[in-house]
């Protein structure tokens, strides 16, 4: 999906009443919405090095979502622009997660901070680009007709009430994250060891940490593995999409190819999904 498509939507919004973690996560930043910046610029930001102690009751609590927030295209509004908002305390929280994770096993990350804050930024960037791909998917639907005319909204509404929807859904966006390879294995040098060899480098593969941290959140978000090796049409499944319908049968590849390719942190690339640091 183009952002000429997106842009229809944000020109012709649909009214959503917000929720309470939406609430929770704006309320400080009211009337200061910064401008968005590129998933390069975020990297090159400093972040606080000691996140609030009240977070962690707060991310038992919410979830990732209290750390990050995706607003919807459908639902954009002046006042709170569609896209990824992260804020500094999430990510330095994440990050101090990770690093108590992984010191466990004797990793010391004192010189080298950037590695485990680039990791946190990734967690939180891939689980909200799964909740846009999750847009995506509906507002492909809409595009179709077939009766879908509003499937993006019954789909939020129905979540908002429906516990095994919502708790689904987070799920399913953790499990993205923990399917994820690449962003996860960085170079490292433990300290006060000999240089590498050349053409040799040593690597830190971050994935058994980053499920580690999932599983201390919610119920819900700590139930993603159950989702990490579901097909994309049962994940569509399990978000209501009933894909075995046999006007979906043309379509459905594309569907699926729009679910995976707005859920990687390479669609930052082509398509300027709004990034909102706060």
């Not at 973690?21 to 998933?39: G, K, L």
């Not at 990297?43 to 919410?62: G, H, K, M, S, W």
């Not at 908002?160 to 294995?185: G, M, W, Y």
Request: charged share 25%; aromatic share 10%; glycine share 4%.
């Amino acid at each position: 999906m183009d952002i000429d498509t997106i842009n229809w939507w944000v020109d012709h919004p649909t009214r959503d009443d917000s929720e309470e973690i939406e609430n929770r996560f704006f309320d400080p930043i009211r009337n200061r919405i910064p401008e968005p910046i590129t998933y390069n610029q975020l990297r090159q930001i400093n972040i606080p090095e000691d996140p609030p102690a009240t977070l962690d009751d707060l991310v038992e609590e919410f979830g990732i979502e209290i750390l990050a927030y995706y607003i919807p295209f459908h639902f954009h509004r002046p006042d709170r622009p569609w896209g990824i908002y992260l804020r500094r305390v999430g990510i330095a929280h994440v990050r101090h997660r990770l690093v108590q994770i992984a010191g466990r096993d004797g990793y010391n990350f004192q010189n080298t901070l950037e590695i485990p804050t680039d990791v946190a930024v990734d967690i939180l960037l891939l689980h909200e680009l799964r909740h846009h791909a999750i847009e995506v998917v509906f507002a492909r639907l809409e595009l179709l007709g077939l009766g879908w005319n509003n499937a993006y909204q019954e789909y939020k509404e129905t979540k908002r009430h429906d516990e095994v929807l919502h708790a689904n859904t987070e799920a399913i966006c953790n499990a993205s994250v923990a399917n994820q390879r690449k962003p996860f294995k960085t170079d490292y040098q433990p300290p006060r060891t000999p240089p590498p060899l050349p053409n040799h480098i040593s690597y830190l593969d971050w994935r058994g940490y980053v499920r580690q941290f999932m599983r201390g959140q919610p119920g819900g978000y700590h139930d993603f593995a159950q989702f990490t090796g579901f097909t994309s049409e049962q994940v569509l499944q399990s978000l209501g999409v009933r894909v075995e319908q046999q006007v979906l049968h043309i379509d459905l590849p594309q569907i699926i190819n729009e679910l995976k390719k707005h859920s990687s942190l390479s669609i930052l690339s082509s398509l300027p999904v709004p990034i909102r640091l706060v």
